[in-house]
């Protein structure tokens, strides 16, 4: 059974480029889940999708965005970059398991850096 | 908000020794679960143990195993015979009623040859 994918694995931006990444679920998980992590803040959550909608959404500003498609698979997309939008962007994606419980699954990461 | 408090930024232990993460944390659901998760330097988070709030038995899997206190709400991680795989960040993380998971900022296991 193949795990969460993350593409890109690594990139390097310029302050002012947008990037988009992407994320592929385990098959069958209809939740995908967006956090960043930095050495000063931790897991940050941004944003879930299940079914394609925006079910859940942390407190980050209007530049990062997402979306999921009908295949499940989500994007990311982050406009105007910033040097603090530097980071290691996770995806999760949740199915339940036999007792109920949402357990997320994570990808390898993404990591940003933004010069 | 809620909030979850790992005390011990860093901690080490001697391979084949045991070694406890402490956790606690603020909610005031009844009902919820409560994770551990590690992630080691290859940077992949993976799941250690779960534990339904409602039940009064720890959670065990194999050479991990939890001790939570629901009233005191606490949640610490016991690693039995630790091997040098298990060098990694630790992350305390109860779920909330909408679901979301809460971070800590996590526990630093340092494996000692």
């Known amino acids: 059974k193949a795990g969460v994918t993350q593409t890109p694995r690594y990139l390097i931006k310029t302050r002012g480029q947008q990037v988009t990444l992407s994320c592929s679920p385990i098959s069958g998980h209809r939740s995908v889940s967006w956090y960043q992590q930095t050495p000063g803040q931790g897991l940050q959550f941004l944003f879930e999708?299940?079914?394609?909608?925006?079910?859940n959404k942390g407190n980050f500003p209007g530049r990062f965005s997402g979306r999921q498609f009908s295949n499940s698979r989500s994007e990311m997309n982050v406009s105007t970059l910033e040097l603090g939008d530097s980071a290691l962007y996770l995806c999760?994606?949740?199915?339940?398991?036999?007792?109920?419980?949402?357990?997320?699954?994570f990808g390898a990461g993404s990591r940003l850096t933004v010069l | 908000a809620q909030t979850v408090t790992q005390s011990q930024p860093e901690m080490s232990v001697q391979e084949a020794e045991t070694v406890t993460l402490s956790c606690t944390y603020d909610?005031?659901?009844?009902?919820?679960?409560l994770f551990w998760y590690k992630q080691p330097p290859s940077r992949q988070m993976i799941l250690v143990i779960r534990?339904?709030?409602?039940k009064q038995q720890n959670a065990t899997e194999n050479r991990f195993s939890v001790n939570f206190q629901k009233a005191a709400k606490s949640f610490s991680l016991k690693i039995s015979d630790s091997q040098l795989g298990d060098a990694a960040m630790y992350f305390c993380?109860?779920?909330?009623?909408?679901?979301?998971?809460?971070w800590g900022a996590g526990t630093k296991l340092i494996i000692k040859p």
């Open positions: 999708y299940f079914s394609e909608t925006q079910r």
């Open positions: 534990q339904e709030a409602y």
């Open positions: 999760a994606s949740s199915g339940l398991t036999g007792d109920g419980a949402n357990v997320l699954t």
């Open positions: 993380v109860p779920m909330d009623s909408n679901y979301q998971l809460i």
């Open positions: 909610t005031s659901e009844s009902d919820y679960y």
